[in-house]
């Protein structure tokens, strides 16, 4: 099957959309929702996997259910850009759980962190501990999260 034109295609785009509402759809629910069979729907969401433009299906967590009521953007400058103390950052990013994304930007800051914890306390052991501690980070500036309005 050819790479699905997503930009184009009304059909990809309404697969695409219902299974960010909810990516646990049954397929047969799915072709409904879209005006296809479930097997056309089947080969289309296949292909999706297949050419990675779906890379993985995920949960979404409800912060506060999880007893997580801090969440903050933290801009982050590191003292250079060698490659080992990089490494280690990016590491650090990928395995602690309160880190939920980290991106590399333009701008004043070399990273942004979305950081989710318990409380204040929690976030600033995560500063001490794992953040500030790393050789490559010159600094931080947290900006609290004071209402989502889209994730």
Known sequence: M???DISSDPITTRILSELRQDSR?????LA??????????WRRVRALE???AIRRYTVDLNDEALGLS????VHVNLVRHDKTMMADFIRMTRTTDAVRACYATTGAADYHLHVTCRDHHAYNRFLDDK???LPAVKGAQTFLILKTIKA
């Open 2 to 4: 050819p790479e699905p």
């Open 25 to 29: 759809i049954s397929n047969a629910v």
């Open 32 to 41: 409904e929702r879209v005006g296809l069979s479930a097997s056309s729907c």
């Open 50 to 52: 297949e050419t990675g």
């Open 70 to 73: 801090f969440s903050a953007i």
């Open 131 to 133: 953040l500030l501690s």
